[in-house]
């Protein structure tokens, strides 16, 4: 849990109802304000909270090619 400030990557994310659409809303630069350097997209007419639910960010499987080399030097 952030308790409302993100650290590193994460952003804060928000979900809003206007009407009959559903906006997602990006806090890109961690300010904790709506301004230009925000994202904001609709994802249609949905209930918000099974959205906020659903949404969900799933990282790629990482996969790592060649051997490590090691130190063998000893601190005297």
């Not at 925000?38 to 949404?55: C, K």
């Amino acid at each position: 849990m952030t308790h409302g400030t993100s650290t590193n990557n994460l952003s804060e994310v928000g979900v809003v109802k206007l009407d009959k659409s559903v906006y997602v809303i990006v806090d890109q630069n961690h300010n904790q304000t709506f301004d230009a350097n925000d994202y904001v997209f609709s994802i249609g007419n949905q209930d918000p909270y099974l959205a906020a639910s659903a949404l969900h960010y799933s990282s790629p499987a990482v996969t790592t090619n060649g051997t490590a080399e090691t130190s063998l030097e000893a601190v005297i």
